[in-house]
């Protein structure tokens, strides 16, 4: 009983004498660069995400930003492909039902990104375009 005892002892002594760095204003914040989502179903349109999933970290400035690429089954025909930027559709794409290369729509779709982003920055800043958007 007594060992009980002086363990409690020892864990409330050991626990009051360690600084508590979370209870000051003193916390690190950790910043997350941008939000890539992926609703891809076909082998078409997981390649085109794993290539601009490897472009889009290489993208600065991407905090507050939220891009997401979405396929849709077109019967007897593809897939729809459509990137979204903050709600935005700014890049559609078409794949049939045979494999095809996916590298130059990739790269279509990351400087059309790269252009929306600019915009949106720029609308940001303007005074005169804040509220009309595009």
């Known amino acids: ?10 864990v409330t002594l050991s626990l009051l004498s360690t600084p508590m760095s979370y209870a000051t204003n003193e916390v690190e914040e950790v910043e ?16 085109f995400y794993f290539q601009f999933s490897q472009l889009w970290r290489d993208i600065p400035n991407t905090q507050g930003i939220n891009a997401q690429l979405i396929e ?3 019967p007897m025909a593809g897939t729809k492909l459509s990137l979204l930027l ?5 890049y559609v794409t078409y ?8 590298k130059d729509k990739v790269e279509q779709a990351i400087f059309i990104l790269i252009d929306a982003m600019a915009e949106t920055q720029y609308n940001q800043n303007s005074i005169d375009m804040a ?3 595009w």
């Open 95 to 102: 794949f049939g039902r045979r494999q095809s290369p996916v």
């Open 1 to 10: 009983m007594s060992k009980y005892i002086c363990l409690c002892i020892m």
């Open 32 to 47: 997350i660069g941008g939000l890539l989502l992926d609703n891809t179903k076909s082998r078409s349109g997981h390649d």
């Open 86 to 90: 903050n709600g935005r559709i700014i």
């Open 131 to 133: 509220g009309s958007g």
């Open 72 to 74: 849709q089954i077109v």
